[in-house]
């Protein structure tokens, strides 16, 4: 890997969110029970994806938002694993795997986008 590689600096933890779609284990993330102002990037490429004010209490252990910052910043793609029908929510900047966008969210887009922590970092307002 060279140093412009998004992957580069990840840790193990990491990359097997981002690039092999693990996720983590519910309520283990450090942005589960976190309430900072600011923004959401991903955590291998710094692509703002969510903001402070979108994310919101979902109870499912992971955390989760209304909406994405700009649309264009992720890519959703259909996942049928795990004898599932999902859409997964990527970094459409580096291809990152953050999480998955389900239908039972809150108003105005009742979008929940369930996202793990180690995908994101955070950048305080």
């Known amino acids: 890997m060279n140093s412009d590689d998004p992957k580069h600096n990840l840790t193990p933890a990491q990359y097997n ?3 092999l779609k693990g996720t983590e284990p519910p309520f283990s993330g450090k942005y589960d029970d976190f309430h900072e102002d600011g923004m959401y990037v ?4 710094g692509t703002p994806l969510f903001s ?3 994310k919101f209490d979902s109870g499912t252990g992971w955390p989760s938002f209304t909406d994405v910052v700009q649309k264009g910043n992720v890519k959703l793609v259909e996942d049928s694993t795990l004898g599932m029908r999902r859409t997964e929510v990527q970094c459409a900047t580096c291809g990152a795997h953050m999480g998955h966008v389900f239908d039972d969210g809150l108003a105005p887009t009742g979008k929940r986008y369930c996202i793990n922590s180690l995908a994101l970092d955070f950048q305080k307002k």
């Open 17 to 19: 969110i981002c690039f």
């Open 42 to 45: 991903c955590v291998a490429c």
């Open 52 to 54: 402070s004010e979108a």
